[in-house]
């Protein structure tokens, strides 16, 4: 038995490394919650989880009152069963935000040190599909940017040889976006993927007309054009336009995303380990979702999900989103428009520890 002898928490605000909007929100900082867990053969694993500004205390408190207290003693190895405790203890605050978001964090703390004891990569140990995945950009297509800064992200990134490209949608007029879009797509021509992001903001009408609008322009997809709880919009949604229908990045268990799936209102999966409470439960979605032949592509988080996506057959694209690089030695490797999977044992970040603490505000 490999017991946990210690796990502690901390949390460090991250500004952000460039101004993000989208149609309903800013940004603001990445909050992200460390746990390290420490073992009886002295082992440790370091595990994380985020958000955007807002919980963060809340998350930390919740692992240092409750979850950390429960993992001393645990087998470390038990990878499922110390979630599944870990989640059947706190049933009066699940489904929700707060509590995966402190389930990731230990999640990916296990299998740090999981894949750091056997000596092999996490894109390896949760699957070993393929090292190299493809990369798309959002950093070039946030709602502020010009039409004319929009068309010159696209172009850089055509240019890098990046197969995709990322825009926000969600202006205050349908006219806005169409114009937006068009000038993006003559600019790059056929050959490259465009998606569209409405970040939940669209009543199912609006959407329904704005996906009318779109069809024209090729789009590789039109993600979280509703609300993520309306799954009857989005099956509506998914059976009447041609446009590929991408949600996730605002669902927080497993069982959503079988409904979704189910239901056919989920036309590619954006599951993001940390809102869906880890690596073990984002491994359940993608293996889910390979059942039902839809493609993942997770939300954010590229520094981790880099790894996952090359674990499974069904990963098609991971997201540039740089927001770790002042935390960490090195950045993620690009080769010919494909984001590698780090091939050292472990989750594959290289924390740099004096610029985490820092940093660290709790
Ligand atoms: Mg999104």
Known sequence: MIEIVDAVAWLVDLEVETV?????????????????VTTNDGNK?????????????????MLREHLLPRLIGADAALVERVWFDLFASTRATTVGAITSLALAAVDTALWDLRCTRAGEPLWRLAGGFRPKVPLYDTEGGWLHLSTDELVAGARASQAAGWPGVKLKVGKPRLDEDVERLTA??????AGMDIMVDANQSMTQ?????????FEPLGLSWFEEPLPADDVAGHEALARGTAIPIAVGESMYSVAQFREYLARGAASIVQVDAARVGGITPWLKVAHTAEAFNVHVCPHFLME???SLVAAVPNGRYVEHIPQLRAITHGQMRIEDGHAVAPDTPGIGIDWD?????DRRVA
């Open 304 to 306: 981790l999900h880099v």
């Open 45 to 61: 694993g370091i595990g994380y989880s985020y958000t955007i500004g807002t919980g963060g205390t809340s998350v930390l408190a």
């Open 353 to 357: 520890f004096d610029a985490i603490d």
């Open 205 to 213: 009408a609006e959407a329904r007309r704005r996906a009318a609008a």
């Open 184 to 189: 993006v797509r003559d600019a790059v021509g």
């Open 20 to 36: 993000r909007t989208d149609a309903v929100q800013s940004f603001v900082k990445q909050e992200t919650v460390f746990v390290e």
